[in-house]
């Protein structure tokens, strides 16, 4: 994630093919105001191939989030969806509920 202030990364789900679960705090702009997301779908984050990037073009953070940085005690509703540009890559599975 590039912010204004830098750059920081977070760990999701992927819940569908375009669609990411995260952290709420992750995507949230109130402190800082978010230029970029990067997925990247390798734990080897140094090498990662453009075949392995996906980029995030929308976010949807929990309408009720409140964070310690918002006047809070903690995180509540600490969720949000990053919806992907493109598909992620193949080789990688959705969460399954079964």
């Known amino acids: ?11 999701g789900t992927l819940i569908s093919r375009r669609l990411v679960l995260t952290a709420a705090h992750c ?8 230029l970029s ?9 140094e ?3 453009e075949q392995q990037i996906r980029h995030g073009v ?3 953070i929990h309408s009720q989030f409140l964070s310690s940085a918002m006047g ?3 995180s509540w509703n600490d ?8 598909d992620a890559p193949v ?3 959705t969460v399954g509920f079964e």
């Open 47 to 49: 090498k990662a191939t």
């Open 79 to 86: 969720i949000a969806l990053l919806k992907l540009h493109s």
């Open 58 to 60: 929308r976010g949807r």
């Open 27 to 34: 995507l949230d702009s109130s402190q800082s105001k978010i």
């Open 37 to 45: 997301v990067k997925v990247i779908f390798t734990q080897d984050v």
């Open 91 to 93: 080789d990688f599975k």
């Open 1 to 11: 994630i590039k912010s204004e202030d830098g750059e920081g990364i977070c760990s």
């Open 72 to 74: 809070g005690s903690g």
